[in-house]
């Protein structure tokens, strides 16, 4: 397994191995002793989620303010362009957002942790997301940061003149100078 940091450098790619020849390949794809070892953190998963989306869907940016989560986030079906963005006061990325692609074929893993919004944009014809969380679902304490919002300036690998497939709470999202931060 490698890390690579993000250029908010506790964002972090995961790349697991991946052991391959003519009949196909295997990876395990979480060990709790070399995650650990190899990102620094001591982390304790509770739950594990499971989506699927078609092609144009945007999930987010979505983040709770109580029981506030770290998440490991990979696709294994298709592909998507993954997002952080920084809602913490004090640090030096406050603001700042970075996005990674991640598939089924790249075996990437994102780690995002606590105090920051996270959404994706489905890049493939469709995608199944998985994501392991340090904490349980809250919906009271849910917020949903706007996906579009120009002042964070979120560069969506989008077609010029097409809006993303929103559900009404992302629809809703509130902008950037309204969103409580951590």
Known sequence: MSVTPTAISEVLIIEPKVFGDDRGWFTESFNVQDFSAVTGLNVNFVQDNHSFSRKGTLRGLHYQ???TQGKLVRVVSGSVFDVAVDLRKGSPTFGKWDGVELSAQNHRQLWIPPGFA???????????????????YHPQSEVCL?????????????????????????????????????
Request: a negative charge.
């Open 65 to 67: 303010l109580e029981k």
């Open 146 to 182: 706007a996906w579009d919002d120009p002042s964070i300036g979120i560069e969506w690998p989008l077609l010029a003149g097409t809006t993303p497939i929103l559900n009404a709470k992302d629809s809703a999202g509130l902008p950037w100078d309204q969103v409580p931060k951590f």
């Open 118 to 136: 996270h959404g994706f944009l489905v890049l493939s014809e469709a995608a199944e997301f998985l994501y392991k969380t340090t904490d349980y």
